[in-house]
């Protein structure tokens, strides 16, 4: 076990937005070793069917486990939503997806319990997040809202402009007029839209972050397999693509706020 704690972290996204999840294990466990996929190739999943975006993640957690990973997150939310448990039968490695954590972050702040769900077509349309927290509480009344322009935003920086602020301010207004007081990022993307997302919401929303909760008890499980890395060196980090490896490490610096480097490219289909 004392061989298998010194393994990395895997992480798998659909692109880039899962390296918010890497920021985050930076930030909470600076020891830890990382391996990333962004699947740029195939990017995005959130207008695919489940068959494709299973078939995918199977591909991504062969090539993580090629790596000799000692744990996977699934960074994507589409992926979380509508793949996670399949292939969580069909690997023997222990697995956390982003859904369930930012259920329990948005549940665990809520007072009036009216949360509201922002995230891409697939993942609102599996209502995924709708029914992790009605597990933890059913008396939540969850309002989700597919919001797949702001991905865009994110993605070529577009966070503090006049017209992603209509456009982001457009987006939320049903849930302002719903009253919700927390309100899930259900987008590894979103996280770069905190600022903007929450001078339109005010400062009566809580905002939950579905990648620092995923750390959070990414963390707790670890510990608790006894996987904990046991050094006091920093971390190792290894970035992989399916396509673009140089934009992938343009765009990521802005995720990471650090160089993103080196970035390697896969031919994922052959996992």
């Known amino acids: 076990m004392r061989d298998i704690a010194k393994r990395p972290i895997g992480i798998f996204d659909s ?11 930076i930030k909470r466990l600076p020891n ?11 990017y995005p999943y959130g207008g695919r069917s489940p068959e494709v975006i299973k078939r995918f993640s199977r591909q991504n957690v062969r ?9 996977i997150i699934v ?28 259920a329990y972050g948005a549940v665990s702040n809520t007072k009036n319990k ?22 933890l509480d059913k008396n939540v009344e969850v309002t989700a809202i597919a919001t797949p322009l702001l991905v865009a935003l994110a993605e070529e920086g577009y966070v503090d ?3 992603s602020m ?7 207004s049903p849930l302002r007029k719903r009253g919700i007081d927390t309100l899930v990022l259900g987008c590894t993307h979103f996280p770069l839209l905190r600022k903007a997302i929450g001078s339109i919401m005010g400062k009566d929303v809580m905002l939950i972050d579905s990648a620092e909760w995923t750390v959070k008890m990414l963390k707790e499980d670890l ?29 990521g610096s802005r995720f990471l706020g650090a160089t993103v480097s080196p970035v390697k490219k896969v031919n994922i289909e052959k996992y």
């Open 161 to 163: 402009k006049p017209a």
């Open 75 to 102: 960074a994507c939310n589409t992926a979380s939503s509508l793949a996670l448990n399949s292939i969580k039968r069909n690997f023997d490695i222990p697995m956390i997806g982003v859904i369930k954590p930012g």
């Open 166 to 172: 209509l456009i982001i301010k457009d987006y939320l």
């Open 15 to 25: 692109g880039i937005g899962g390296l918010t999840v890497v920021a985050e294990i």
């Open 114 to 135: 009216k949360i509201g769900v922002i995230g891409t077509v697939g993942t609102v349309s599996s209502s995924s997040y709708t029914k992790a927290i009605a597990e």
């Open 63 to 71: 090539f993580l486990l090629m790596k000799k990973v000692k744990y």
């Open 223 to 251: 510990l608790k397999r006894n996987l904990l890395k046991n050094s006091s060196s920093p971390g190792k980090y290894r970035y992989f693509v399916s396509d673009t490896p140089d934009k992938f490490a343009k765009v």
């Open 32 to 42: 830890e070793d990382i391996v990333y996929f962004g699947d740029t190739g195939r």
